[in-house]
């Protein structure tokens, strides 16, 4: 999954493709780098990050998605509002990816499963403005596992199928570095909650703090894709679904290693 943001400050890359021309282009480019879905999103969900209106997040997304859908681009759309997802859907949006999980907007599943197409369900447990005072765990595989089972639940309770659920244990989304790590290491135990698991690791902070600087300096942003397409290698060697990451041609290579260390141990 490679991420288009439509947006002036995602935390990696805001502003570069915030032009309507430039994100189309960008998820082509994407495409031919060899990415099987481009996922578009109009809202920042950096640490800190102020909520766009309704207005402004279909004015950035609506158009992107569909221009790259009528040229045959799968695509997906990254938003917390069901009504963003509901005008993706209508313009070619073939997923639907909820950093929320549905907890943003109550009326999210009821869409999904009107709508019929696959639901990213992430671990969350609240908006980027205050989602790091919310990093408190005691066994953090443990409780991120069963609140994705909770939200699950009741996701289904509304209507949406089993069939439609993918999940994603939310990385740096209300988690600290080990917490991150214990995921990452962890990755069959969520498997167990019988769905297909994305994973989004790319140019995250837990990264850049790994490859931090004698002085203690995080690595910047852009400089973390090579460790990203190392976590995307051992994502997919443990049965990862999806991963989705800024530069895809790298983690398309690591993708395809994995494959090949899979299939040398008979696995």
């Given at each position: 999954?490679?991420?288009v943001?439509?947006t002036?400050?995602?935390?990696?890359d805001?502003g570069q493709?915030?032009?309507?021309?430039?994100?189309?282009?960008h998820?082509?480019?994407?495409?031919?780098?060899g990415?099987?879905?481009?996922d578009?999103g109009?809202?920042?969900?950096?640490?800190?990050?102020?909520?766009?209106?309704?207005?402004e997040?279909?004015?950035?997304?609506?158009?992107?998605?569909?221009?790259?859908?009528?040229?045959?681009?799968?695509?997906?759309?990254?938003?917390?509002?069901?009504?963003?997802?509901?005008?993706?859907?209508a313009?070619?949006?073939?997923?639907?990816n909820?950093?929320?999980?549905?907890?943003?907007?109550?009326e999210m599943?009821?869409?999904?499963?009107?709508?019929?197409?696959?639901?990213?369900v992430?671990h969350?447990?609240?908006?980027?403005?205050?989602?790091?005072?919310?990093a408190?765990y005691?066994?953090?595989?443990?409780?991120?596992?069963?609140?994705?089972?909770?939200?699950?639940?009741?996701?289904l309770?509304?209507?949406?199928?089993e069939e439609?659920?993918?999940?994603?244990?939310?990385l740096?989304?209300?988690k600290?570095?080990?917490?991150?790590?214990?995921l990452?290491?962890?990755?069959?135990?969520?498997?167990e909650?019988?769905?297909?698991?994305?994973?989004?690791?790319?140019?995250?902070?837990?990264?850049?703090?790994?490859?931090a600087g004698?002085?203690?300096?995080?690595r910047?942003?852009?400089?973390?894709?090579?460790?990203?397409?190392a976590?995307t290698?051992?994502?997919a060697?443990?049965g990862?679904?999806?991963?989705?990451?800024?530069?895809v041609?790298?983690?398309?290579?690591?993708?395809?290693?994995?494959?090949?260390?899979?299939?040398?141990?008979?696995?």
């Amino acid at each position: 999954m490679g991420v288009v943001n439509v947006t002036p400050d995602s935390f990696s890359d805001g502003g570069q493709w915030f032009d309507e021309g430039a994100a189309i282009r960008h998820g082509h480019e994407l495409v031919r780098q060899g990415a099987d879905i481009v996922d578009v999103g109009g809202e920042s969900t950096r640490p800190g990050a102020v909520r766009v209106s309704l207005e402004e997040e279909l004015a950035r997304v609506v158009p992107v998605i569909r221009a790259l859908a009528a040229d045959g681009v799968p695509v997906s759309v990254d938003t917390m509002r069901a009504e963003v997802a509901r005008a993706a859907v209508a313009v070619g949006a073939g997923l639907v990816n909820d950093v929320s999980g549905g907890l943003a907007d109550p009326e999210m599943a009821r869409v999904v499963a009107d709508t019929g197409v696959p639901y990213v369900v992430m671990h969350w447990r609240g908006h980027s403005h205050d989602m790091d005072t919310r990093a408190v765990y005691t066994d953090v595989v443990t409780e991120v596992r069963e609140e994705l089972a909770k939200r699950i639940g009741l996701i289904l309770a509304d209507g949406v199928a089993e069939e439609q659920i993918v999940i994603d244990p939310g990385l740096g989304f209300a988690k600290r570095s080990e917490h991150n790590w214990a995921l990452m290491a962890a990755l069959g135990d969520l498997a167990e909650l019988g769905h297909p698991l994305l994973i989004g690791a790319s140019r995250k902070r837990f990264l850049g703090r790994l490859l931090a600087g004698s002085d203690g300096t995080p690595r910047p942003f852009g400089r973390s894709d090579d460790a990203t397409a190392a976590v995307t290698a051992l994502a997919a060697r443990d049965g990862a679904w999806c991963v989705r990451v800024h530069q895809v041609a790298a983690n398309a290579d690591a993708v395809r290693v994995a494959a090949a260390w899979t299939r040398g141990g008979g696995r």
